[in-house]
């Protein structure tokens, strides 16, 4: 079995100033997610040598790839590399795209053959090896570049949006055999994403990058349960406010708005409640729920039942209510109503 990944990625490119830890055992995926810019992309090209890691360090596979000073050049790291494009070269044969990693490592022409067979089949593509990539769906295309990446072996395996280019079906699809596959592969995977399904599928932790620095890192469990940035409960689906808790059972948020818990902790905390816990009305709602307040819709936005409502006022939230009742209840963007949310509803947790 070998080592896994210990990186310390500290440079400036541009504005970004960027300083993020990753580490991860052999075999696993670590997920990156974070705003755009935030600096997820920079750190794959310092993991691979393509960007100068400043001040940082790198160990992969129990060897040390990077020192301040000492760096070794992307052609001596072991990395596999897959992007949303998946790049193969349009006159060469699936075949050919998969064995030119090895045949550029100086693996003999039989050998790089077999090995690139072995690996297109690995992917469910033994029958495409004579296709040539524009014979190819974007799915498949997807697997020869996955293909590609991992037939070296590589110690360290960089994916970069590797689903983003794919229409809905073909990525659930491929989402499914990448996962098939990177359950086989033992060295560490660094996959950098927008997708939840993606982060939450694929990974076994979960990092988010936003403005070059780490906001989170946990598995996609603890993410779930406890999110502890606002992109971070946007990925997760909650809503999420920075506030100060008291013993009471009260939480007044950064933006002056009392939120009502029975379920208190005292200090600085995160306040977080699900969108399906939101009840909207047309009127003030009966029996005066502690936490209500009126808002107007920002957007409505369908997810194949249920309809996400965007409110903005004293608080943003999000709600998520049925179809039904998004007719029943007449709402449309600009409309004012009245949201609600039961205490029993609200957790807190600390900062
Ligand atoms: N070649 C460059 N020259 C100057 N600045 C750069 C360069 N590359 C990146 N940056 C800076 O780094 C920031 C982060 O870029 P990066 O691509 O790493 O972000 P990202 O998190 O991958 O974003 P996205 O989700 O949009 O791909 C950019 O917004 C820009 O400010």
Same mark, same amino acid.
């Given at each position: #079995?070998?080592? *896994?990944?210990?990186?310390? !990625?500290?440079?400036?490119?541009?504005?970004?100033?960027?300083?993020?830890?990753?580490? =991860?055992?052999?075999?696993?995926?670590?997920?990156?997610?974070?705003?755009?810019?935030?600096?997820?992309?920079?750190?794959?090209?310092?993991?691979?040598?393509?960007?100068?890691?400043?001040?940082? &360090?790198?160990?992969?596979?129990?060897?040390?790839?990077?020192?301040?000073?000492?760096?070794?050049?992307?052609? $001596?790291?072991?990395?596999?590399? #897959?992007?949303?494009?998946?790049?193969?070269?349009?006159?060469?044969?699936?075949?050919?795209?998969?064995?030119?990693?090895?045949?550029?490592?100086?693996? *003999?022409?039989?050998?790089?053959?077999?090995?690139?067979?072995?690996?297109?089949?690995?992917? *469910?593509?033994?029958?495409?090896?004579?296709? &040539?990539? &524009?014979?190819?769906? +974007?799915? $498949?295309?997807?697997?020869?570049?996955?293909?590609?990446?991992?037939?070296?072996?590589?110690?360290?395996?960089?994916?970069?949006?590797?689903?983003?280019?794919?229409?809905?079906?073909?990525?659930?699809?491929?989402?499914?055999?990448?996962?098939?596959?990177?359950?086989?592969?033992?060295?560490?995977?660094?996959?950098?994403?927008?997708?939840?399904?993606?982060?939450?599928?694929?990974?076994?932790?979960?990092?988010?990058?936003?403005?070059?620095?780490?906001?989170?890192?946990?598995?996609?469990?603890?993410?779930?349960?406890?999110?502890?940035?606002?992109?971070?409960?946007?990925?997760?689906?909650?809503?999420?406010?920075?506030?100060?808790?008291?013993?009471?059972?009260?939480?007044?948020?950064?933006?002056?708005?009392?939120?009502?818990?029975?379920?208190?902790?005292?200090?600085?905390?995160? !306040?977080?409640?699900?969108?399906?816990?939101?009840?909207?009305?047309?009127?003030?709602?009966? *029996?005066?729920?502690?936490? +209500?307040?009126?808002?107007?819709?920002?957007?409505?936005?369908?997810?194949? $039942? +249920?309809?996400?409502?965007?409110?903005?006022?004293?608080? &943003?939230?999000? =709600?998520?209510?049925?179809?039904?009742?998004?007719?029943?209840?007449?709402?449309?963007?600009?409309?004012?109503?009245?949201?609600?949310?039961?205490?029993?509803?609200?957790?807190?947790?600390?900062?």
């Amino acid at each position: #079995m070998r080592g *896994g990944l210990a990186a310390h !990625v500290r440079l400036t490119r541009g504005s970004l100033d960027l300083d993020v830890e990753l580490a =991860a055992e052999p075999g696993e995926v670590v997920g990156v997610l974070g705003p755009n810019g935030g600096g997820k992309t920079t750190t794959v090209l310092a993991l691979a040598g393509v960007v100068p890691n400043a001040a940082g &360090r790198l160990r992969v596979g129990g060897e040390s790839w990077d020192e301040p000073g000492t760096a070794r050049p992307p052609e $001596q790291r072991h990395v596999g590399l #897959m992007l949303a494009d998946p790049l193969l070269f349009p006159n060469l044969r699936a075949l050919d795209n998969v064995a030119f990693g090895l045949r550029s490592r100086g693996v *003999g022409r039989a050998a790089a053959r077999e090995r690139a067979l072995a690996e297109l089949a690995r992917v *469910g593509l033994g029958d495409q090896a004579d296709a &040539r990539p &524009r014979e190819l769906s +974007s799915g $498949q295309a997807a697997r020869v570049a996955l293909a590609r990446a991992l037939a070296p072996d590589p110690a360290l395996l960089l994916l970069d949006e590797p689903l983003s280019a794919l229409d809905p079906d073909t990525r659930a699809r491929t989402r499914s055999d990448l996962a098939h596959r990177l359950a086989d592969y033992d060295g560490t995977t660094v996959l950098v994403t927008h997708d939840p399904l993606d982060a939450l599928t694929l990974a076994d932790r979960l990092v988010f990058i936003e403005a070059g620095r780490v906001t989170q890192a946990g598995t996609p469990g603890e993410v779930l349960r406890e999110p502890r940035s606002p992109y971070a409960a946007t990925v997760v689906g909650l809503n999420l406010y920075a506030a100060e808790g008291d013993t009471r059972g009260h939480a007044t948020t950064d933006t002056g708005t009392v939120l009502v818990t029975t379920n208190p902790t005292a200090g600085p905390v995160w !306040v977080a409640f699900s969108p399906s816990a939101v009840s909207l009305h047309r009127r003030p709602p009966e *029996g005066s729920p502690r936490n +209500s307040w009126e808002l107007r819709i920002t957007d409505i936005t369908l997810h194949g $039942q +249920s309809a996400r409502v965007g409110l903005a006022g004293p608080i &943003r939230l999000t =709600a998520e209510v049925t179809l039904e009742s998004i007719a029943a209840l007449g709402l449309r963007v600009g409309l004012p109503v009245w949201a609600a949310v039961k205490a029993t509803e609200v957790r807190t947790y600390p900062r």
